[in-house]
């Protein structure tokens, strides 16, 4: 699995958005987003020190990930990253264009007491906006972008993650739970009246 360098943060970012919200589209079946949700998203991937990865396809199929801004540097262990993270200096990665298609996302930033509504908790990384493009559901990427951002977050000093998913998500919940995560026990409703259920493993295990 090889990585690309940093690409500029805007770029990024709206690929990302663009990401989320086919992959959310077509889980509910067609039903449009939200222009406001789909600003949030924006707003959640843009903040600085987020940790946001893309997972990119190049012309043989294979995916590796790209750090998008204000993601750590800092690679997985068997993964080297040819070029510095965006933000890490006026030009770093300004030029750079991973070849390959967007295929999947993932945000990770600190966890809020108070379901977000609170203080930073300390240690805690919330994992959101995992997306895969409909087309490569089944092909492992999203498991490849809960790995890569748990081995950044260990790097950052994170020692908790969570996540909330929707219940009726089957596809998600069993990756979850493959990957060592177990439900709270925490549940809520979405915006959009559907259920939710929540996670949480260590980021080392």
Request: no cysteine; net charge positive; hydrophobic share 40%.
């Amino acid at each position: 699995m090889g990585e690309q360098g940093a690409v500029r943060a805007a770029a990024d970012v709206e690929a990302a958005v663009a990401m989320w919200t086919l992959s959310h589209v077509v889980r509910r079946n067609g039903r449009p987003l939200p222009e406001a949700h789909i600003d949030l998203a924006r707003k959640r991937m843009s903040v600085p020190g987020a940790l946001l990865l893309l997972a990119r396809a190049d012309e043989g199929g294979g995916a590796g990930v790209s750090v998008g801004p204000g993601a750590s540097p800092a690679p997985a262990p068997e993964a080297p990253v040819p070029g510095g993270a965006a933000g890490a200096g006026p030009d770093a990665g300004a030029d750079a264009q991973p070849p390959g298609v967007v295929v999947g996302t993932i945000l990770g930033v600190p966890g809020l007491d108070r379901d977000g509504a609170g203080p930073p908790v300390p240690g805690l990384l919330h994992i959101s906006l995992l997306s895969v493009a409909p087309d490569r559901w089944g092909q492992r990427i999203g498991r490849m972008l809960v790995d890569q951002v748990l081995a950044r977050a260990s790097t950052r000093g994170y020692e908790q993650a969570q996540l909330w998913t929707h219940a009726d998500n089957l596809r998600a919940n069993r990756l979850y739970k493959s990957m060592g995560f177990r439900r709270s026990g925490r549940v809520k409703i979405d915006d959009w009246g559907e259920l939710l259920v929540h996670y949480r493993r260590a980021v080392r295990v």
